[in-house]
């Protein structure tokens, strides 16, 4: 298993539909964390969560909801998005919400709002 | 370096030659520096770290330089193979936080 995988890999929805994008981590990590990566701009940290509690909420519109239910899973609940969401939704975690600490990153999931 | 627009900076070296790639950070704070490196289709993979304190380290291959004067930091690739082509970016983060600033990259092609 490699230590952070995300599925699906890639998604196609409507404005109108809700979808879930799913993380897992088998590095034995605390902490998770949700990034929105679009084209040549740098990563923008979404939320962040620390032993399943929610620690950050980077200003993210309402329509992109987060969930943790243990320390290896993360979900991100999506719902009525728009097309400027369209984008790649990268998780990563890393030991503690701690400095000094590298943040290991899943392959993403590449994701087009009709 | 830091893309600055709409276009990744590109380097293009030749297989076996050595690569440098620059960033410039921003914040004269930050302690922790890291290199990622994301090829087509996959996520962020970490490279090598390098804390303030620090002027240089070297990993397998590759070797990172901090010169804090002038807040630039430089990722060193030896004897580049065409594995090597990808977007590498900088990440900076200040001391007693978890959060990262992200640099937004520069693309490195392998010429055969």
Not at chain 1, 61 to 90: I, V
Not at chain 2, 38 to 61: A, C, H, L, T, V
Not at chain 2, 65 to 82: E, G, R
Request: hydrophobic share 30%; proline share 4%.
């Amino acid at each position: 298993e490699t230590g952070v995988t995300q599925t699906p890999r890639h998604l196609v929805m409507g404005m109108t539909n809700k979808k879930s994008l799913k993380c897992e981590q088998h590095l034995g990590h605390n902490a998770m964390y949700w990034y929105k990566q679009s084209a040549k701009k740098p990563l923008e940290l979404m939320f962040v969560y620390s032993l399943e509690e929610r620690v950050e909420n980077n200003s993210v519109p309402s329509r992109f909801s987060p969930e943790c239910p243990n320390s290896s899973h993360l979900f991100l609940h999506l719902h009525t998005l728009q097309p400027e969401d369209s984008a790649l939704y990268l998780c990563a975690s890393s030991q503690d919400r701690q400095s000094n600490q590298p943040q290991h990153f899943g392959d993403g999931t590449r994701l087009s709002i009709l | 370096g830091e893309s600055v627009g709409l276009h990744l900076p590109t380097l293009s070296v030749q297989e076996g030659d050595n690569s440098i790639i620059n960033c410039a950070y921003s914040n004269s704070a930050s302690d922790y520096f890291i290199w990622y490196k994301q090829e087509s289709g996959k996520g962020p993979q970490f490279i090598i770290d390098i804390r303030s304190n620090m002027d240089k380290r070297q990993g397998q291959r590759v070797t990172v330089l901090l010169n804090k004067t002038v807040k630039h930091l430089s990722l060193q690739i030896a004897a580049t193979q065409p594995g090597d082509s990808a977007v590498y970016f900088c990440a900076e983060q200040g001391r007693g936080t978890y959060k990262y600033i992200f640099g937004t990259g520069t693309r490195l092609k392998v010429l055969a």
